[in-house]
Structures are given as structure tokens and as C-alpha cells.
């Protein structure tokens, strides 16, 4: 098996005084799609958070590329090649989608721009149009395009199907696989959207309790209606 991309040993983090995540450990390969789920409140959120640095890690050992991230700054990691679409979307309102690009752009060429729009061409359509008036799967596609402005080899996406349209999360999965593909990106994905996330990604883990309790390849885990039952509390077809 080639090295792993990112690698979690026995993680313990959370913030303050507060601990969230109790020995986790998974690892992710080079061009993998891995799918996080679990239960609200497992820790999802907090294990991407720790990988950027925005946790606090309290033991245990996070790895990128063979290179332990302990003392490492959020945009340190950034420069490493670690990029994370937050839960909140993160764009500006009061700008154009183009303008938002374009603050996203730092050192990249303006080329980065028009890929950018290859892989979503509804944000070429909007280019004039301001943050503000998009819809929530628009301003999604924003927040994953400026993300990839800063041309990460692993995109960290959080919940990035939440509160959208059946049409407009298959739209967006489209565009994930194709980002794969073409710039052999590697993903890790946390999703409420189990089956749509679990159809995406090649392996799976579900967390409980803040370590994995589960895992297996996605599709397994996607037949596998007893396990989602207990772990996630997913109805399931
Ligand atoms: N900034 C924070 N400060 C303190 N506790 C937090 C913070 N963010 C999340 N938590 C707590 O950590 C736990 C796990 O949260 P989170 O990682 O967001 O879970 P998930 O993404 O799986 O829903 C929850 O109990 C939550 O209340
Ligand atoms: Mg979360």
C-alpha cells in the first residue's frame, strides 16, 4: 500500500479544557475519497479541525505527508497543501463571486480562476453577481472554489450537501468526482447526506464518541442497513 496522505495516531483534541476526539485514529491514501460520518456532536467537525490546527491537539500524533503538523499554524498547513470548505461556507456577501475568487487567488495565476469555473460553470454564469444574492448551493460552490484556489492535494469538505436540493447535491457530487479525477485530489468528506456521501467516497468511518467505531469500504457500509441503524440512526432506503 503507498504511503498515507494524512495520518492520525491515537488523536486526542478538543478545545480548552475540553476534550472531543479520544484516540482517534484513521489514515487516508494518496487520491482516496474517504467518508466521515457519525452522529451529531461525535466530533466530525473537530477531527477535520485538528487536522487544520484549529483545534487543540492534546496527544497523540497528526501526519501530512510523512511530516508531523504538531506546532504548525492553520495557514502553515494551508501552504502544505491542506484545505478545508468549513460548515459555515465561508465567502464574502458583500462581494462578486469573482471578487471573492480573486481575494482567494494569493500567490496562484489567474488561470487557477477560469479552472475554477471549468468545474463550476454556474459561478462562471454569476460572476457580476454579489455573495449575497446566491443560492445556498451557489455560495457552496464558491466556498469549495476558493478553497481550491489554494491548490490543496487534500480538501477537508464539511458537511458541504447540508440544507441543499436533491438536484444541486448531485451537481455538486459531480463536481467533487470530477476534481478528483482531473487534479487527482484527495477528499475527505463529513456528511449528514449518508447514502449520497457513502455513493461518493471509496472508504468509510463512522465515529461515535469521538474514535472510529466503524470502518469499511463505502459501498459495504452502504448495504450494510444494521450498522448505519446503530451507529448513525439513519432510516435507511
Ligand atoms: N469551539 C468549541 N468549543 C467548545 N466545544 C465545542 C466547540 N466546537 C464543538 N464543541 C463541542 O465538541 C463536540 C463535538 O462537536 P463537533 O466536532 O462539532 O461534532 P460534529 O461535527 O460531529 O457534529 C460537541 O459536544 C460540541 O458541543
Ligand atoms: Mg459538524
Given at each position: 500500500?503507498?504511503?498515507?496522505?494524512?495520518?492520525?495516531?491515537?488523536?486526542?483534541?478538543?478545545?480548552?479544557?475540553?476534550?472531543?476526539?479520544?484516540?482517534?485514529?484513521?489514515?487516508?491514501?494518496?487520491?482516496?475519497?474517504?467518508?466521515?460520518?457519525?452522529?451529531?456532536?461525535?466530533?466530525?467537525?473537530?477531527?477535520?479541525?485538528?487536522?487544520m490546527g484549529l483545534?487543540?491537539?492534546?496527544?497523540?500524533?497528526?501526519?501530512?505527508?510523512?511530516?508531523?503538523?504538531?506546532?504548525?499554524a492553520p495557514h502553515q498547513r494551508a501552504?502544505?497543501?491542506?484545505?478545508?470548505?468549513?460548515?459555515?461556507?465561508?465567502?464574502?456577501?458583500?462581494?462578486?463571486?469573482?471578487?471573492?475568487?480573486?481575494?482567494?487567488?494569493?500567490?496562484?495565476?489567474?488561470?487557477?480562476?477560469?479552472?475554477?469555473?471549468?468545474?463550476?460553470?454556474?459561478?462562471?454564469?454569476?460572476?457580476?453577481?454579489?455573495?449575497?444574492?446566491?443560492?445556498?448551493?451557489?455560495?457552496?460552490?464558491?466556498?469549495?472554489?476558493?478553497?481550491?484556489?489554494?491548490?490543496?492535494?487534500?480538501?477537508?469538505?464539511?458537511?458541504?450537501?447540508?440544507?441543499?436540493?436533491?438536484?444541486?447535491?448531485?451537481?455538486?457530487?459531480?463536481?467533487?468526482?470530477?476534481?478528483?479525477?482531473?487534479?487527482?485530489?484527495?477528499?475527505?468528506?463529513?456528511?449528514?447526506?449518508?447514502?449520497?456521501?457513502?455513493?461518493?467516497?471509496?472508504?468509510?468511518?463512522?465515529?461515535?464518541?469521538?474514535?472510529?467505531?466503524?470502518?469499511?469500504?463505502?459501498?459495504?457500509?452502504?448495504?450494510?442497513?444494521?450498522?448505519?441503524?446503530?451507529?448513525?440512526?439513519?432510516?435507511?432506503?
Amino acid at each position: 500500500m503507498a504511503a498515507p496522505l494524512l495520518e492520525l495516531h491515537d488523536v486526542v483534541a478538543g478545545y480548552g479544557p475540553i476534550t472531543v476526539l479520544n484516540g482517534l485514529s484513521f489514515s487516508v491514501a494518496p487520491k482516496e475519497k474517504l467518508a466521515i460520518i457519525g452522529r451529531n456532536g461525535v466530533g466530525k467537525t473537530t477531527a477535520l479541525a485538528a487536522v487544520m490546527g484549529l483545534a487543540e491537539l492534546h496527544g497523540g500524533r497528526i501526519a501530512f505527508d510523512g511530516e508531523d503538523l504538531a506546532g504548525l499554524a492553520p495557514h502553515q498547513r494551508a501552504a502544505r497543501g491542506l484545505g478545508l470548505v468549513p460548515q459555515t461556507r465561508d465567502i464574502f456577501p458583500s462581494l462578486t463571486v469573482e471578487e471573492n475568487l480573486v481575494a482567494g487567488l494569493k500567490r496562484r495565476p489567474r488561470r487557477a480562476i477560469d479552472e475554477a469555473y471549468a468545474l463550476f460553470p454556474r459561478l462562471a454564469e454569476r460572476r457580476r453577481n454579489g455573495g449575497a444574492q446566491l443560492s445556498g448551493g451557489e455560495q457552496q460552490m464558491l466556498s469549495v472554489a476558493r478553497t481550491l484556489l489554494g491548490a490543496p492535494r487534500l480538501l477537508l469538505l464539511d458537511e458541504p450537501l447540508e440544507g441543499l436540493a436533491p438536484l444541486i447535491r448531485q451537481e455538486l457530487l459531480a463536481a467533487f468526482a470530477r476534481m478528483s479525477r482531473e487534479h487527482g485530489i484527495t477528499v475527505v468528506i463529513v456528511e449528514q447526506q449518508v447514502q449520497e456521501a457513502l455513493g461518493y467516497a471509496d472508504r468509510a468511518l463512522v465515529l461515535e464518541r469521538g474514535a472510529v467505531a466503524h470502518e469499511s469500504s463505502a459501498p459495504a457500509l452502504r448495504e450494510d442497513t444494521a450498522t448505519l441503524e446503530r451507529l448513525v440512526g439513519v432510516a435507511v432506503h
